[in-house]
């Protein structure tokens, strides 16, 4: 155990002193705070205008008929989700990369490999200072932004935000640790390394943009602005008439999207936040019930990717292709 | 800096001088390094043939040939970073198939070239090295190497600023923190200055006579060889074409100027 920690010491220094992996970290926790003020800004804007149009119908004595515009603080959070979802993925990769390439590029396997360590010892080690360099991440990023949305937005949360945070801050961990052990074990299995970085990104385009990008426009809702459905003014039960006759249409788009791992992080994250509109202001309970399924992939996916991640990093494996 | 050698009924103790370390016990065994059949292939191609190779404790044996002729992965298979297509290695009479790990508590290794941690200091590499090799609060024994290397004003810079022969000291310190009995160093002159090679000689020599490790070496220096090496081997074409002590090679080939005119004549022979 001390000789895996002892790697793991030695990542985290090595991160600590990367100037590219500091400059990514600090451009990703920017990003995640401006994409909040913009949106405390939003809101202001529109809360003035509400403000503008009811004094305005005050004025002509005219009772105020729209209701006024509510800020619910989790939403604010939503770009910084975005960007985790896609950049924090990025992200990963790139670390979870330079992790073994370093160790390639420098040649320091060989001297690794004449120490009497065990076969998971490297492994173990560098996933682990990455599992803490992610978590401590995450935590800073969804605790700035929120402090943030306090300062900036002048929001209030609740004790049950406090938990959904949490909650999100699990989930969004998880999801980077999946695409950390992805590009560790493509990193260890590659021959050559300009290879292992192009299949991550090839992985990367697919798995966060073209698989969830499509599923997303197969589904009526998103055919339309404001959706097929409404736009028609076809009413729910209708709806639901017409779309049980396309049970292999939806069951064909299902299966593409749950096939993605970061379809399953945003729904995860959306349904605890509050952004999608069925679970916004529900109890922890009834939003866990809802995306069980969906933290249930998370988990799989990132149990899945890290025992292949042990297997594929082993003395053998790597020597084997660091020539 | 001298070694103390105990012997008792089963084992020859040496306890070392450098304070700190455990006495190291060797099992009786008259050579440090035995290979049988050694064979190593990469599918069509054998890097080495049935390798029978001895290496006598507390020798400097220089392993020569040209390249290509599979010095490097002979050390590879020697230090557990290959597993032999067919063969035995033992170290200190630990067999490589049946234990690596322990093979790797017995041995330091210099590959060529050394690559450590650019953006660390002399002892977060060093201190690295000897957590991997499972010692406890090294810092008192690092410090303790880097004396015995005169490297001790080096301590706390970034490997990164340092020349080849000092990253090749930080190497050699690394591979001697753990208190090997047996060294294994891969061309170490290979791109070093007279001044470095020189250097370097001096620390190899001074291993071998105060700590009494058995040091193996590849290299193509040979005008090294001459100066520090006990014994010899030389590779020709994964094969090896002779083996035999500095002393007896040089009065076996009396007609011959100099090591290199004899290394040439056998590699050259049929």
Not at chain 1, 279 to 298: E, K, M, R, S
Request: glycine share 6%.
């Amino acid at each position: 155990m001390n000789k895996i920690f002892s790697v793991a010491r030695m990542e985290i220094l090595d991160i600590r002193r990367s100037k590219l992996m500091l400059s990514l970290l600090g451009f990703f926790l920017i990003a995640a705070i401006v994409s909040v003020v913009v949106a405390s800004i939003d809101f202001g804007v529109k809360a003035d205008a509400y403000k503008t149009y009811t004094d305005a119908l005050a004025a002509s004595g005219i009772t105020n008929p729209a209701t006024a515009p509510q800020l619910f603080p989790l939403h604010l959070m939503r770009a910084a989700i975005e960007y985790l979802e896609i950049l924090g993925a990025l992200f990963a990769i790139i670390l979870g990369y330079a992790a073994i390439a370093k160790e390639k590029q420098r040649g320091t396997l060989s001297l690794l490999f004449t120490r009497p360590i065990g076969n998971f010892t490297l492994v173990l080690g560098k996933l682990g200072a990455l599992a803490l360099v992610w978590l401590a991440f995450v935590s800073i990023v969804v605790l700035a932004t929120m402090l943030t949305a306090v300062i900036a937005g002048h929001a209030q949360l609740s004790a049950t935000d406090v938990g959904r945070l949490l909650l999100t801050i699990l989930g969004a961990w998880i999801y980077l640790l999946v695409w950390t052990a992805v590009a560790v074990s493509i990193a260890s299995t590659s021959k050559k390394l300009t290879t292992a970085l192009i299949v991550s990104i090839v992985l990367w385009l697919l798995v966060v943009l073209v698989i969830p990008q499509v599923g997303d426009t197969m589904d009526p809702d998103n055919q339309v602005p404001g959706g097929l459905f409404k736009s028609l003014q076809i009413a729910k039960p209708d709806e639901t008439a017409v779309l049980a006759n396309f049970t292999g249409y939806n069951s064909a788009r299902d299966a593409l999207e749950i096939s993605s791992v970061t379809k399953h992080f945003e729904r995860y994250t959306f349904a605890f936040l509050g952004i999608k509109d069925q679970y916004n202001q529900q109890p922890i309970g009834t939003v866990w019930a809802g995306v069980f399924i969906n933290a249930l992939a998370l988990w799989l996916f990132a149990i899945g990717t890290l025992v292949i991640s042990l297997f594929t990093t082993k003395p053998k494996t790597l020597l084997r292709t660091s020539k | 800096m001298k070694s103390l050698y105990v012997f008792t009924e089963k084992s020859i103790c040496r306890l070392s001088v450098l304070s700190g370390t455990r006495p190291y016990c060797d099992t009786m065994n008259e050579f440090a390094i035995v290979t049988k059949d050694l064979t190593k292939s990469y599918k069509d191609v054998v890097a080495l043939e049935n390798l029978n190779l001895s290496v006598r404790q507390g020798e400097i044996f220089g392993l020569l040939g040209h390249n290509g002729a599979g010095k490097t992965t002979t050390v590879n298979l020697l230090t557990t970073l290959l597993v032999p297509t067919s063969g035995t290695v033992e170290i200190e009479g630990v067999d490589s198939s049946k234990s690596a790990k322990d093979i790797r508590k017995l041995i330091g290794y210099l590959p060529e070239n050394v690559q450590l941690y650019n953006n660390m200091t002399t002892m977060e590499n060093l201190r690295f090295f000897a957590n991997l090799s499972g010692l406890k609060k090294p810092e008192a024994r690092i410090k303790e190497v880097l004396d015995y290397l005169n490297f001790n004003s080096h301590y706390n810079k970034s490997i990164g600023t340092f020349s080849k022969g000092m990253r090749q000291r930080v190497g050699i310190a690394q591979a001697i923190l753990h208190n090997p009995s047996v060294l294994f160093l891969d061309e170490p002159t290979s791109g070093l200055d007279p001044e470095g090679v020189r250097q370097l000689r001096d620390v190899i020599i001074r291993l071998n006579a105060d700590l009494g490790v058995t040091i193996f070496m590849n290299t193509h220096l040979l005008s090294e060889v001459t100066k520090t090496c006990s014994s010899i081997g030389i590779l020709k074409g994964g094969k090896l074409a002779y083996q035999n002590s500095m002393n007896s090679t040089l009065a076996e080939f009396p007609d011959q100027d100099s090591l290199e005119d004899i290394y040439l004549s056998i590699e050259t022979a049929d």
